[in-house]
DNA sequence: CGTTGGGTTGATCGACCTCAATAAAAGTGG
DNA sequence: CCACTTTTATTGAGGTCGATCAACCCAACG
């Protein structure tokens, strides 16, 4: 697995590592990165005042990982939380017998370590080169102790997970596969938005195989709806994405 | 829809009210009714000292409804939160074109009102006759604005939420019908055993539509699957639920 | 006693899965 | 830069699990 870290206040060049998707939490200087993160509004650290967030920055490190690079595995007891900042990732449960489910997908501004448990609740590798800031759990956990305000923004985001995990439920539950399809293409546009504005082009870090494992179906059917909705000109497949053609017929398919 | 309420402090005989399952917050008294409150030690409310819990109780309101009373209603205003001290509670989301997809079964201990978001994210009503602790939006909110230690506890309660939803998403997503039924049964005794203690017997208030509604099956595909485990030992059905005869047999069946 | 809501059972159907082959893309090492 | 492997995506043919449609039972209840 290959990690670079860096301790935020050193200064080191970022040499020949697998490039970020975005340059975040600059590490060529002293003085507090958190200043410059692209993400910030959009994350826990949004809720903390600059002294705080002086404190904040001096209990992280920054991490890049490369694609495929495991953050933490299912099961593993907890060691630290993680705020992604460039990339993506991929978090999911496995059976024993080796099926899978994809419980989401992790991008710049998301927060992993909701959770409050001891062990992992799930496994999480980087689709993509990734960068994020970690946290070692204990800190974390003594520096919410005595932020209130930070434990409610944390409630608050976890209140909101919920609420979409409910709406996977749904969409596992009792959608058809096509509506399955529809509502991951607009729910990740809407995700996407937050990061880069609203776009047509919806980039796909994961794998169809992904895809399938996310929304209980197979690779095969995922792939045939995929191409039956280009087909029928509501998308347009790019290599790494899609481009959405016919917005509302999509949101029509995902929402009824 | 049937519902009485009596502030705490009131003095009311219950009358020919539809009988509670549990007899809790009894209502006779001016003292703190909390002390006697048979979940208590289940519930958010545990995390709070004496004086703390006199202030709660001032703010609560009991209520009980009988079955298939509505709790409340998805994308109404959140005006209240509950904590169920009696009954069981079905807890859904309805699409547009009437498919339903039921996201849980609220018992004794639990609380309704985690989500922190305005409006509710699902309906709720009672399957049996059930009795709430209610308190306004409001209040519980300015409350929790003075507890840390509550706000803890609750943050605690919603990961956990969080982690059986996704362990659902698994359920959907990637389990045959047989498994969904075994690990239905499995984890609904799991949640009695904090309530009523570890019996065979696992009480089901939900009919067999709610059960399908869950597992993302139809009524026929449940009742199927249970004369099934029947008719294979695993079970015996009962009256308003089943026992359960093989209970590692089951338990392979929704772990594997 | 008719009515109603829940539960069970059977026959048939179809949406999605499985298995298989091929194509396209992305690495990898010379 | 090009052969070669590996991974990912697509497409087709056929099978299956659970859905659908329909009948019936039973208990509760006015």
Not at 178 to 200: P, Q
Not at 204 to 224: A, C, K, N, W, Y
Request: glycine residues 6%; proline residues 5%; contains cysteine.
């Amino acid at each position: 697995m290959e990690v670079t870290l860096r301790k935020k206040a050193d200064s080191a060049a970022s040499m020949g590592l697998p490039q970020p998707v975005l340059a975040l939490c600059p590490n060529s200087k002293a003085t507090i990165n958190c200043d410059k993160c692209r993400v910030r509004a959009l994350s826990l650290c949004d809720a903390l005042g600059p002294s705080e967030l002086v404190e904040l920055d001096r209990m992280a490190t920054t991490i890049s990982v490369g694609a495929k690079a495991t953050l933490f595995e299912q099961d593993q007891p907890c060691e630290w939380v993680y705020n992604i900042t460039a990339g993506s990732v991929r978090l999911y449960k496995l059976l024993p017998d080796g099926r899978r489910q994809v419980v989401g997908f992790a991008l710049p501004g998301d927060f992993l370590g909701l959770s409050m448990s001891e062990k992992n609740a799930f496994s999480a590798d980087a689709l993509t080169p990734t960068n994020a800031c970690r946290f070692s759990r204990n800190d974390y956990s003594n520096f919410l102790d005595e932020k209130p305000h930070l434990l409610r923004r944390l409630h608050s985001m976890a209140s909101h997970e919920l609420s979409l995990a409910q709406d996977q439920m749904v969409i596992l539950g009792r959608r058809t596969a096509e509506e399955r399809v529809a509502a991951f293409l607009i729910g990740l546009r809407n995700r996407w938005t937050r990061v880069n504005g609203n776009h047509v082009h919806v980039p796909l870090p994961m794998t169809r195989q992904d895809i399938g494992d996310f929304l209980g179906l197979t690779v095969e059917t995922v792939s045939r709806l995929m191409t039956r909705l280009a087909r029928e000109k509501a998308i347009v497949i790019v290599p790494d994405g899609v481009r959405l053609l016919d917005v509302a017929r999509l949101e029509r398919l995902a929402e009824i």
